[in-house]
């Protein structure tokens, strides 16, 4: 029994503290104008492009993230990418910390983007909730924080869209190098009125999270494939901005709130 807990204890400290020195921030990515890396460290930056366009946040060959690699292999048509450091407080944030962030999916319900339309912020997802699992809808609650960082997880989740009604998500969590890697895609079709919007597994967005020097870093990028009828009636690239920035904020309140 002593034996037994020595071991987590071993392992739970081995969780909270890497076992290498941090990276910094420039070295992940180099070469960035003093402009471009405040708006990071503030309040982060975040662009669409069009397939073919060259992307805008590049990090260093050597920093092992390949997230330009994971949207280029589906083709997309639109490809959103952002860039956000959340700085250190009393302590330096884990991947433990990162991990228990990403599972707070009550938390998305009721966040806000600003509405041009309706010239006011406007929730974006009106209800989320863990359901069991890609075939039963049933809602479930968010577990309580994890002590140690798994090796691998996955989440089915419901979000309620202002615009588009239930949307049904997957998400795959595991250790990627240095990092977290949060693989987030819908599993089922999206809908407006008749019309379907989005086909299912023709989205999907990578988070890269990492623990570095002066915080944790957050980047992603996200690949959408839309129909014909979404691409003529809707502006693609405000509305994937718009739910990327939401979710990147979730998982930045998420970490501030540990």
């Known amino acids: 029994m002593k034996k037994q807990f020595l071991f987590i204890v071993i392992i739970f400290l081995i969780t909270l503290s890497p076992l290498y020195s941090l990276r910094n921030f420039d070295e992940l990515f180099p070469g ?11 309040e982060g930056v975040i662009r669409t492009i069009n ?4 992307f805008g946040i590049t990090p260093s060959i050597s920093s092992g993230i390949d997230l330009h690699n994971r949207v280029s292999e589906r083709n997309y048509p639109y490809i959103t990418e952002s ?15 990162a991990y228990n962030a990403l599972g707070k999916i009550q938390d998305l319900k009721g966040r806000v983007y600003s509405s041009h339309t309706r010239g006011a912020e406007v929730p974006l997802f009106e209800d989320a909730v863990r359901v069991e699992s890609d075939r039963r809808n049933n809602p479930i609650p968010d577990p309580p924080p994890a002590l ?4 691998h997880d996955t989440v089915f989740f419901r979000l309620r869209d202002v615009n588009f009604g239930n949307t049904f998500y997957r998400a795959e969590i595991r250790p990627h190098g240095r990092g ?9 079709n999206i809908t407006f009125l008749f019309f379907t919007i989005m086909r299912a597994e023709n989205f999907s967005a990578w988070l890269y ?5 002066e915080g944790m870093l957050i980047y992603s990028v996200a690949g959408t494939d839309v129909t014909d009828f979404a691409a003529s009636m809707v502006d693609i690239p405000s509305a994937i901005s718009k ?10 309140d998420g970490l ?3």
Do not use: C, Q
């Open 243 to 252: 739910r990327l920035h939401v979710v990147v904020g979730w998982v930045y």
């Open 209 to 213: 999270m990492e623990p570095i020097e």
């Open 51 to 54: 397939k073919g366009d060259r």
């Open 180 to 188: 977290l890697l949060y693989n987030l895609t819908n599993y089922r």
């Open 148 to 151: 140690i960082l798994p090796s």
């Open 256 to 258: 501030m709130r540990l």
């Open 83 to 97: 860039l956000i450091v959340l700085s250190n407080r009393e302590r330096p944030y884990t991947l433990l910390d």
């Open 32 to 42: 960035l104008s003093t402009e471009y890396r405040n708006n990071v460290f503030a």
